[in-house]
């Protein structure tokens, strides 16, 4: 799973291994092994954060729930706002 620098900052992008299960386990482990980041990935039990598995983003009401197998790429992506 990927963190980019983005959510990590001021610290580099974090590349953090992770077991097959469902986004919202992997997205548990990454807090778990990073703590630092676990608020900038979840608020109130939500992601705060959109999931791109394998190239493709995952809708927010269905992330957490996306089962995910060896290999899988998840890469996360911080909110972004303006106007």
């Known amino acids: 799973m990927s963190l980019p620098a ?5 610290e580099a992008p ?3 291994s992770v077991e097959p299960g469902t986004v919202g386990e992997a997205l548990r482990a990454v807090a778990a092994q990073a703590p630092r980041f676990a608020q900038r990935l979840f608020y109130k039990g939500r992601p705060l954060v959109t999931v791109v598995l394998n190239g493709r983003h995952l809708p927010p009401s269905a992330a957490l729930a996306t ?3 060896a290999g ?3 890469q996360l992506m911080p909110p972004v706002a303006g106007g």
Not at 6 to 10: G, H, I, N, Q, Y
């Open 6 to 10: 983005a959510l990590t900052s001021p």
């Open 14 to 16: 974090l590349e953090l």
């Open 67 to 69: 089962a995910t197998a």
């Open 72 to 74: 899988d790429r998840i």
